[in-house]
């Protein structure tokens, strides 16, 4: 990586962004988009397996492969009743546009190390008023999930 190509050029008295402030939002989208690409259907699905079902309350789910969209959309199943469900696996353009969500998963705090400080793996719509975010623990890199407090369906 070329370094001096993503410094801003300095100047006396210009409002630019800082050449370490530009380094950071580089070097994190190019680390999210590399994870984010190796999510696979089964580690999806074997998380999946760690929440209840909004409907029977069992936790046996499968992502139905018919509506595996290549925009990272996926639809996913129990098992036990056949409830379909959104999985969002897309979290680059997710971020991207939900500028609050940032800022919520450095306050997370990880259930095993009490580490603050989460990276957002995919996500989940249970219900018309439960979303769950599958996160990675920064410290432990301990993955659970939790739930969303910044989507309200009401």
């Known amino acids: 990586m070329d370094v001096k190509f993503l410094m801003a050029p300095s100047c006396g008295g210009c409002d630019s962004i800082s050449s370490p402030a530009i380094l950071d939002l580089v070097s994190w989208?190019?680390?999210?988009?590399?994870?984010?690409?190796?999510?696979?259907?089964?580690?999806?699905?074997r998380r999946l397996n760690t929440v209840q079902c909004a409907i029977c309350k069992q936790s046996s789910f499968a992502i139905d492969e018919r509506f595996m969209g290549a925009d990272g959309d996926w639809r996913g199943i129990c098992k036990k009743c056949f409830y379909t469900f959104p999985v969002h696996t897309d979290m680059e353009f997710y971020l991207r546009t939900q500028p609050d969500v940032p800022f919520r998963l450095k306050e997370i705090s990880c259930t095993a190390c009490n580490h603050r400080g989460v990276d957002l793996d995919f996500r989940a719509t249970l219900s018309v008023r439960e979303a769950i975010y599958f996160?990675?623990?920064?410290?432990?890199?301990?993955?659970?999930?939790e739930k969303s407090s910044l989507e309200a369906f009401e």
């Open 29 to 45: 989208r190019t680390e999210f988009f590399v994870h984010m690409i190796t999510i696979t259907q089964q580690e999806v699905e």
């Open 135 to 145: 996160v990675t623990c920064k410290g432990c890199k301990r993955q659970f999930p």
